[in-house]
């Protein structure tokens, strides 16, 4: 017992000094070392040591994890290219398939929670194709992996923690597949939303949310139900909006009720009025001026809590529309639509910097300074100041054409 308690402070002290020194000594740590000191973190948080040692005792680094977390994209993701990806003709008829075979459940699954089946399809859809999809890398090493590693360490850390819980419950295996971020399941939820809002629906003992959809569709939306869906509402519409359109108030910053956007002339697609409904409102134009605009609602805020991308959550809505046969975008996209590389974007934030526009940096990311700077230059050239970067805006800074 001696032994075991000298033992057990050596491992105490170790996770310790790795808490003071902080993230970047958890890396340079062998790997083996740093787990025996998370081991000791995990059974002081009160999960049983046997549950612990069940849970790690096969837990490996997986440099290709690393490698996927550090990847940078080659190109900013358009809105055209994204709908191409995640809502391709199939999965709108596999989506329709799958809302008429779960229909029964979905529906109850609607009278408890307040979500209506094809926002949870169309999630269902996206996040693993149906089901097709649950990840392929050892969750637990995954996660440990990303949790020895500096850049996010106290992130995965506590992901890690949620994980063995997890296992100690009975709720998640010891070899479940994940994707390389650790999310799980039909609905690819991490350890920590699984931990905080996976639910039990019929009851069995276990949140099993790989094989059996009661628990995933409750999940997701004992989920969205506390991030604040409102039942009553749906996440958006395409609309259009008037010539003369003020650019600089699309965006998420700006919420007006329904009734203001119709009094500046924003209209469905067609002419129609907006809905008198007493809801506050956003445009956002994500395509830019020549693409299409979308009044959203706090639905897509909702959505977002889910992913943060604005894409993603006009995704899961336009995707949720075509299962009950809406139309789809009214604007084409234009032929010489192009992505722009994550340099292009450096280039633009260094000749707009250096036309005085800042930009917040040079970072080659497009955002709300970059835009702003966008803006801006738009508004002092007389171009619809849409603040979207694109190949013409781009062409028009290399050529020198300012004013």
């Given at each position: 017992m001696?032994?075991r ?21 958890t ?7 740093w ?5 000791v ?38 809105l055209w ?45 996206v ?99 506390k ?15 008037p ?19 119709q ?10 009025d ?6 506050m409102?956003?445009?956002?134009v ?5 693409g299409?605009?979308?009044?959203v ?17 006009i ?17 084409a ?28 940096g040079?970072d ?40």
């Amino acid at each position: 017992m001696i032994s075991r308690l000298i033992q057990t402070c050596a491992l105490g002290a170790l996770l310790l000094s790795t808490s003071i020194v902080g993230a970047q000594a958890t890396e340079k740590m062998p790997f083996d070392q740093w787990l025996k000191g998370f081991k000791v973190e995990a059974t002081n948080a009160g999960v049983a040591p046997d549950a612990v040692e069940r849970a790690l005792s096969s837990v490996k680094p997986i440099p290709r994890v690393l490698e996927l977390d550090r990847r940078q994209p080659e190109f900013m993701l358009t809105l055209w290219r994204y709908l191409e990806i995640y809502i391709p003709d199939s999965r709108i008829e596999k989506g329709k398939a799958m809302l008429k075979k779960h229909a029964k459940l979905l529906n109850e699954v609607e009278k408890k929670y307040g979500v209506p089946p094809r926002f949870l399809v169309a999630f269902w859809g996206v996040e693993t194709d149906f089901g097709r999809n649950f990840g392929a890398f050892h969750m637990l090493s995954a996660v440990a992996t990303l949790g020895h590693d500096a850049r996010r360490a106290d992130f995965f850390r506590q992901q890690l923690l949620a994980a063995v819980k997890l296992v100690g419950l009975g709720d998640v295996p010891v070899d479940v597949k994940s994707s390389w971020a650790g999310a799980m399941g039909n609905m690819q939820f991490i350890p920590t939303t699984f931990e905080a809002y996976a639910v039990d629906y019929d009851g069995d003992g276990r949140r099993d949310l790989w094989n059996n959809l009661g628990d995933a569709f409750a999940s997701a939306s004992n989920y969205l139900r506390k991030a604040g869906w409102q039942p009553d509402y749906t996440w958006g519409r395409e609309v259009i909006v008037p010539k003369g359109f003020e650019w600089s108030i699309a965006g998420r910053h700006m919420k007006k009720s329904v009734a203001d956007w119709q009094a500046l002339g924003v209209r469905k697609v067609g002419g129609g009025d907006l809905p008198q409904a007493d809801v506050m409102a956003s445009v956002l134009v994500p395509a830019g001026a020549s693409g299409p605009a979308f009044l959203v609602y706090d639905n897509f805020r909702t959505i977002m809590r889910w992913n943060s991308s604005e894409l993603y959550a006009i995704a899961v809505g336009l995707l949720a529309d075509s299962f009950i046969g809406l139309p789809g975008l009214s604007v084409a996209k234009p032929a010489d639509a192009q992505m722009l590389k994550f340099t292009d974007i450096s280039q633009m934030q260094r000749m707009l910097s250096k036309l005085g526009f800042d930009t917040g940096g040079i970072d080659g990311r497009a955002g709300p300074m970059t835009r702003g700077a966008i803006r801006a230059f738009q508004k002092s050239n007389n171009l619809p100041a849409d603040g979207h970067p694109t190949f013409g805006l781009l062409e028009r800074l290399r050529s020198g054409t300012s004013g």
